[in-house]
């Protein structure tokens, strides 16, 4: 019998660990599909890519569209008129996006246009924070997918109010902690990654560290924001040794705003983007994580290990009502109050959300075998 072909699209780091577990099990020699590979090039940079492809074993793309980088205008027309052949010459069954990337919403928006069925894994998602571009490319994918699978169940309260069949819905649990429970033993130790660095054995120190990761537009593109949050790292750092890998974005602003100065303490590592692996040896072993990411907020409450959210809101929020996270945007003494109760207490307690269990990849195609 033939294979029901089905386009996979990423774009963008996140998408990685996303995917992997998803190309897995469609690859499976049993499966009833046959997956091809789109990569937008939304990220390019070895240390934004390839890196990860490597890690988690993904296959190379069948297809890379070369978009790069631009304006949010620019960035999502580029890969909608670039993919829209791709459709054409494939003629999939469907489609199937991650997360909420502007790579994710634009190929949703091609395929929905040609009757082509969309599938959005991580739906359901809202910040209700409509400042936040991930969150328009949430609800509008959300709103053109024909099956929408969710990592917890608040998401199917947020896409019923928005008037969404609840038989397209289904509950799989979260895939990128599939990736990251196949993954944990292979994590590269942090002695590893930072071996060759001076000051390095401050990190192995009883005491520990923190792990810091800033890259939204809300804090790094706004000058006073990014400097308070530079200069309260700065303070953390003679409590807690800090590791800083800076996403491109980030060191882009530290240095148009000439910021990089208040960090320039031996007390924080400034590092170039991590691996998978990498990240995840350091995260594992980190005192606490300091983040305005979505992913790594899921991944410590999965790991157990404290996280302090430096944004206003979350998306995700069980990993507050039930995981180690805490919400506390960018005010310098709530974030100071938030590092002294981990160091003084081990932070908030948490437990592991229904169905983070390793099997969300498995479960995504189970219901695909049933409804395509
Ligand atoms: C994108 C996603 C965000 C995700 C983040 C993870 C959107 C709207 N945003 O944000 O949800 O959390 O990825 O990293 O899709 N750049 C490089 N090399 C690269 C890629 C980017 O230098 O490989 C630089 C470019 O200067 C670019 C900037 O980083 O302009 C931002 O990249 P872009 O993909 O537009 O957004 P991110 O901030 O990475």
Not at 132 to 141: F, S
Not at 262 to 291: F, H, N, Q, W
Request: glycine share 6%; proline share 5%; net charge negative.
């Amino acid at each position: 019998m033939a294979k029901i072909k089905i386009v996979c699209v990423v774009g963008a780091r996140p998408n990685f660990m996303k995917i992997a577990p998803i190309m897995a099990q469609l690859n499976k020699p049993d499966s009833k599909f046959e997956p091809f590979l789109v990569h937008t090039g939304q990220h390019y940079d070895a240390d934004m890519k390839h890196r990860f492809f490597d890690q988690l074993g993904i296959p190379e793309p069948d297809m890379d569209l070369g978009v790069g980088s631009g304006t949010h205008g620019e960035q999502t027309a580029e890969i909608m008129k670039r993919f829209e052949p791709v459709l054409e010459q494939q003629q999939p069954a469907a489609i199937l996006v991650v997360g909420d990337v502007n790579s994710t919403i634009a190929c949703a928006l091609v395929a929905v246009k040609k009757n082509i069925k969309v599938i959005h894994v991580e739906a359901g998602l809202r910040s209700y924070d409509r400042a936040m571009p991930e969150e328009i490319n949430r609800v509008l994918t959300d709103q053109i997918s024909d099956l929408l699978f969710t990592t917890e169940r608040q998401a199917h309260d947020n896409l019923q109010r928005e008037g969404i069949a609840a038989e397209r819905v289904h509950f799989v649990g979260n895939v990128m902690i599939d990736t990251l429970l196949g993954h944990v033993k292979r994590a590269v130790p942090l002695q590893q990654t930072l071996s060759g660095l001076a000051q390095s054995e401050q990190f192995f120190s009883d005491k520990g560290f923190a792990l810091l990761t800033l890259h939204r537009p809300s804090n790094v593109d706004n000058r006073e924001t990014l400097e308070r949050l530079l200069s309260v790292v700065a303070e953390i750092s003679e409590q807690l040794p800090v590791i800083f890998p800076v996403h491109p974005r980030t060191a882009s602003r530290m240095a148009q705003f000439s910021l990089a100065a208040l960090i320039d303490t031996p007390r924080i590592c400034r590092l170039a983007p991590l691996g998978y692996l990498e990240l995840l040896g350091a995260m594992s072993k980190a005192k606490l994580v300091l983040t305005d990411s979505g992913g790594i907020q899921e991944e410590t409450t999965a790991l157990g290990v404290p996280c302090i959210t430096l944004r206003e809101n979350t998306e995700r929020p069980i990993t507050v009502t039930q995981g180690t996270n805490v919400i506390v945007g960018t005010d310098a003494d709530k974030i100071r109050r938030a590092v002294d109760d981990v160091l003084t207490s081990g932070g908030k307690a948490g437990r592991i959300p229904e169905y983070w269990d390793g099997k969300a990849a498995a479960r995504i195609v189970a219901v695909l075998e049933e409804r395509l």
